[in-house]
Each structure stands twice: as C-alpha cells, then as structure tokens.
C-alpha cells in the first residue's frame, strides 16, 4: 500500500516555473512506475509524464515536452516535475501516481494506463 502527497502547486505568471514534489510513503520498490497527471475544468484527465523506478526511463505528453522535467530523489523517496515555460493551457490540478510492474520502458502507452494509487492533487494556476 503506497500514499502519495503532492506539493507545489500555485499561481504563476505565463513563461513562469514550478517545481511539484510528489512524495511517496511505503515500500516503493524499483517495479514501480510515478506519473503525473492533469486534469483541467471540464475536460478529461491527460497523462504528462512518467518515469520507471528501475531504469529510469521516461516519457513525456507533447503538449509538455521540452518545458517539463521529470526527476526522482530515491533516498527521498520523492519525484519531482519541474515545469518551466508555462502556459495559461497548463492549468489544472495536477495528480501524482504509481503504477506496479513499469518500473522499466516506460512509453507513451503509459501515460494511458489507469495507476494503482494516487495523490489527492495539487492546484497550478498559470495567469497574468
């Protein structure tokens, strides 16, 4: 059983950074996959960005390549998105997940896979 808390989340200006924590309780083993997701008033959740626990690999939604970062501190037991550039389109309450058994090669097909646990959400308001 994993719980997960996200932190981070605020207002921003446009062209601003951020940087959410995702931080994870429990026996987190390598077969572990962490992503992130977002969901924006009236529309459907969307995959950002994942990232194997075992071979660190990663992967990223168009929309958000280039600008987001996705990281992990093993001895925290945390992951990180580091999100710069932002867009008035990026916001939305951002959810941090884990999912058993994709620890490695994560792919785009990921971000579509359903996680085990979840987060309860974070906020990130991009406005001028």
């Known amino acids: 059983q994993l719980q997960l808390v996200e932190s981070g989340g605020g207002l921003v200006q446009p062209g601003g950074s951020l940087r959410l924590s995702c931080a994870v309780s429990?026996?987190?083993?390598?077969?572990?996959?962490i992503g992130w997701f977002r969901q924006a008033p009236g529309k459907e959740r969307e995959g950002v960005s994942c990232i194997g626990l075992y071979d660190g690999s990663t992967v990223y939604a168009d929309s958000v390549k280039g600008r987001f970062t996705i990281s992990r501190d093993n001895a925290k037991n945390t992951v990180y998105l580091q999100m710069n550039s932002l867009k008035p389109e990026d916001t939305a309450v951002y959810y941090c997940?884990?999912?058993?058994?994709?620890?490695?090669?994560?792919?785009?097909?990921?971000?579509?896979?359903?996680?085990?646990?979840w987060g309860q959400g974070t906020q990130v308001t991009v406005s001028s």
């Open positions: 429990g026996e987190l083993l390598d077969s572990y996959a």
């Open positions: 997940a884990a999912e058993y058994g994709l620890g490695s090669g994560v792919d785009k097909r990921s971000l579509r896979y359903e996680f085990d646990y």
